[in-house]
């Protein structure tokens, strides 16, 4: 069980500080405010303990700051040279770090460009998915979330206040994903035969845009924002043959999937396909900023001048991705199958508590990329979106710290490092929370 957090008026004070010197940007309406992290756990600035089932938004995949490996790369390069401009001049750590990485990637693969964040990362797939095909439509999926800045947001269909006041957005096609739990065509999975799939043949191609004129196909493996929604097994096989058939490029987004989090190094393969160009982020630098944008080598180089950052291939950013992923293949076995086992033992726990209460409309995930998505009933599956703020300010309260997706999941991603304990420990502070505000809906009703 959690034990009650503490909070003082110091809480409050630095509250109020914040939201005089920050724009609103996607806070959660707890008031945590972090001081410190160690492993499973993260503190605050009261020296509340919190278990921490959010990985610092997938950030923290082996452990809440990293390993002490990590740290020291990070510390030692500060002290030799912070900044290289490294699309501007060379260096040789990023270099070193470049040849590790590619060997995680399939065959072919062997070009990158590296940058700060996620939607660096897709801005820099689709500048050169357009270059390599010279086309310059592309297409996502709704539900999908791909980044906020402008090229990256017109991909992003996750929630329509992340668009609203952007636009227009001119180049991107949506169509429907794969999100059995609320098929948006009122089909059911196998019986359906994958009618997702042929409506995007059907519809967009044949009555919007011709498929050769299309640059790229944008997918996350695993849907993230949009409610971690997890397609059926032989489904992007399906859409790797659109792309084919049609001459696009298939992008995959692991910036939050990726890095091991499903028990692969790529969520995609999980699938038993391979994309034309992968980005990657989060959790890569163990905590610091970093994007990778990894193209095919066959798909050629860019001309010079036409990509390039100030801050991509920053050295203290590469020491500590270099430093992780030397760990990370040291035991990637282990990692393996730490994502498979933990995400099973956690899977059980969803699939119990899906069983025992109303609130519970679905336990869905792949590894430990896992989510339940809160209904006010299993018949009606309306988005439970209140009784969820109240779970997860009900864990919060308990010493857990969790993030939503979608209109109405919880998304539960502890560092895959976590210790069986204390991830049964905070399942049950889940389910506590869970029951108590199940129990409160149905009193209502």
Known sequence: MGMAIKLTARTKRLMERDRKVFLSTTRESYPFIADRGDGDFTYDMEGNRFIDFSSFISVYNFGVNANSEVRRAAKDQIDRLMHAAFTDYRAELPVKFGEELVTMFPRDFGRMFLSNSGTEANEAAIKFAQLFTKRQYVMAFYSAFHGRTKGSLALTASKAVQRTGFGPFSNTIHVPFAYCYRCPLKQTYPDCGYACVDFIKQYPL???????????????????????????????????????????????????????????????????????????????????????????????????????????????????????????????????????????????????MKERYELVGDARGLGMMLAIELVRSKKGKEPAVKEREKVLEEAFSNGLLMLPAGESAIRIIPPLTMSVQHIDRGLDVLEDAIKKTNSEMLNKK
């Open 206 to 352: 044949k009555n919007e845009v011709s498929g050769r004129e299309v640059a790229a196909f944008f997918v996350e493996p695993v849907q993230g924002e949009g409610g971690y929604i997890v397609p059926p097994k032989g489904y992007f096989k399906e859409i790797k043959k659109i792309t084919e058939d049609n001459g696009m490029l298939l992008v995959a987004d692991e910036v939050q999937s990726g890095y091991m989090r499903t028990g692969k190094f790529l969520a995609l393969d999980n699938f038993g396909v391979t994309a034309d160009i992968y980005t990657m982020a989060k959790s890569i630098a163990g905590g610091l900023p970093m994007g990778v944008t990894m193209v095919r080598r066959s798909l050629g180089d860019i001309p010079a001048g036409s990509h390039a950052n100030t801050f991509g291939g920053n050295l203290v950013s590469v020491a500590a991705a270099y430093a992780l992923l030397k760990h990370v293949k040291r035991n990637r076995r282990k990692f393996e199958a730490m994502a498979k086992s933990k995400g099973r033992r956690i899977m059980k726990r969803l699939e119990q």
